[in-house]
Structures are given as C-alpha cells and as structure tokens.
C-alpha cells in the first residue's frame, strides 16, 4: 500500500505550474473545470491505488478554500 506523497516531487515545478497555466489561456470557466476533470481522472487512473486516491480527495477537501 502507497502513502500519498504531499512534500515536493516534481523536478521544474515551476515550469509544470507555467504548463498548467498555459493550458488553461484562453478557456471559459466551463472548458477549464472539463480540463481539469479530464485530468484529475487521467492522474488518478494513473495512480490507481485507492488508498491513495482516498488520502488526496481528504487532503484536498481539508485545504481547498
């Protein structure tokens, strides 16, 4: 069983986060919210283990405002 890794982990972070931005240039509210679903299911499909899966959904639900 995987633990949700929450320290940093991403080589260029920045350049990733500029990435992410870029993508999103130019959508409407509904285009990126799809965007971003797409990709939240990509990932987590990617991940695949539920245990995970179960640690970020309650790590984001206690952090996001």
């Known amino acids: 069983m995987s633990k949700l ?3 940093p982990n991403i080589p260029d972070s ?3 986060y500029a ?3 870029a993508v999103h ?3 409407d509210p509904a285009q990126s919210a799809a965007l971003n ?3 939240i299911l990509l990932l987590a499909n990617h991940i695949g ?3 995970v899966l179960n640690e970020a959904l309650q790590e984001a639900a ?3 405002d």
Do not use: Y
């Open 5 to 7: 890794v929450t320290t």
């Open 14 to 16: 920045d350049g990733f």
């Open 19 to 21: 990435q992410l931005l």
């Open 25 to 27: 240039e130019e959508l």
């Open 37 to 39: 679903a797409r990709l």
């Open 49 to 51: 283990d539920r245990t």
């Open 62 to 64: 206690q952090t996001g």
